[in-house]
């Protein structure tokens, strides 16, 4: 359990950020200048509040009103910054063991071997940090972090530098790791693929404010955001399997409660779980099931509800099994084909948008 209220007076801007997650991976998610970083730093002791409280696991780290202050040696916070940072004397080896030796002997709960299995990192013990790719370094630096058997594992944007395919590969790494170890990770990142894949609940920020809080489908999917003048393309998130791969045309059939979507691309096995973003604005609606079309994925539903926002646009929520989808279309296409709470629609997901 992370429970943050902090409040820090900077020159030209202030961070008044309010959250409380109780989940495996929170992401601190927003447009660079929105204040993640500064909170982070709050949390890991770099930064010290003007005012309000920070506790991990029910253990107070910053309590102004009653002066406290622990100092960061003690927090016990694993940090992962965008550049590795990794000792470039040492071997992968030597840089593992100096996160393992910062923690006493009675506070470990993290296992040297485990932790070298599950991050991959076996063939490298024996490199220095000058031999290892992007990618390889910022698993060593995660294994370092938490090696120390931290109370909570801070994230800064660890894959900014990492070009698309060691983005990937780390992801799967962390993913991973969360399922593994029971420790708390706070995710910084403005990317939205990262969230989609790691982030169980998602803390929006902007203008150093915290403007939604919830699980990642529930933010994803609020339309309203665009409205509030948040720079945040509004979607659907769904947990899904994959059923069939089909190697000649690099296409992947997921299921997922409400029918199946055929997706390009997919790095996973069958049987395999994930999650896909649909954004709203690759979502069209027909009153009828078209014909002879190049779309692959059309899938029955019944409308719950629109509502018309301040442009063009209206946002159009449809239920589809155990699933709720929202298109965003004009209002001149809703009020045309009459769209209504209770209509039974079919809504059209072009494959390559899912890229």
Not at 110 to 120: H, M, N, R, S
Not at 184 to 207: D, K, W
Not at 237 to 251: K, M, P, S
């Amino acid at each position: 359990m992370i429970e943050v209220s902090v409040v820090r007076k900077l020159a030209n801007f202030t961070l008044d950020a309010v959250f409380a997650s109780d989940s495996g991976i929170t992401a601190l998610f927003g447009r660079s200048g929105s204040g993640k970083t500064t909170l982070v730093n709050a949390i890991a002791g770099l930064v010290k509040p003007d005012d309000g409280i920070i506790k991990v696991n029910g253990e107070c780290l910053f309590d102004a009103a009653r002066g406290i202050n622990v100092p960061v040696e003690q927090r016990r916070v694993g940090y992962v910054f965008q550049e590795g940072r990794l000792f470039p004397h040492l071997t992968v080896r030597g840089n593992l063991r100096y996160g393992l030796e910062l923690a006493k002997a009675a506070q470990r709960y993290v296992d040297f071997a485990k932790v070298v299995d599950l991050l991959g990192l076996e063939a490298l013990l024996e490199r220095r940090p000058a031999n290892l790719s992007g990618g390889e370094k910022q698993r060593v630096a995660i294994g370092r972090a938490l090696l120390a058997s931290p109370r909570v594992l801070l994230m800064d944007e660890p894959l900014a530098a990492l070009d698309t395919s060691r983005k990937r590969e780390v992801l799967r790494y962390i993913a991973r790791l969360h399922e593994e170890i029971s420790v708390p990770i706070v995710y910084v990142t403005h990317a939205v693929e990262e969230i989609v894949q790691l982030a169980e609940t998602v803390v929006l920020m902007a203008g150093g404010h915290v403007v939604a809080t919830g699980g990642v489908g529930e933010v994803m999917g609020r339309a309203d955001l665009r409205a509030q003048g948040i720079a945040f393309e509004g979607g659907t998130v769904l947990d899904a399997r994959v059923v069939a791969q089909d190697l000649a045309y690099d296409l992947a059939t997921l299921e997922f409660d409400g029918g199946r979507l055929m997706v390009p691309g997919v790095e996973a096995l069958v049987g395999e779980a994930l999650r896909v973003r649909i954004r709203a604005r690759d979502v069209s609606i027909a009153l009828t099931r078209p014909a002879d079309i190049s779309v692959l994925n059309v899938l029955a539903g019944r409308v719950i509800d629109i509502h018309a926002q301040q442009d063009a646009g209206a946002a159009v929520r449809v239920a589809i099994g155990g699933s709720v989808l929202t298109a965003r279309i004009t209002r001149y296409s809703a009020d045309r084909l009459q769209v209504a709470a209770g209509r039974d629609v079919f809504v059209l997901i072009k494959a390559v948008s899912l890229m």
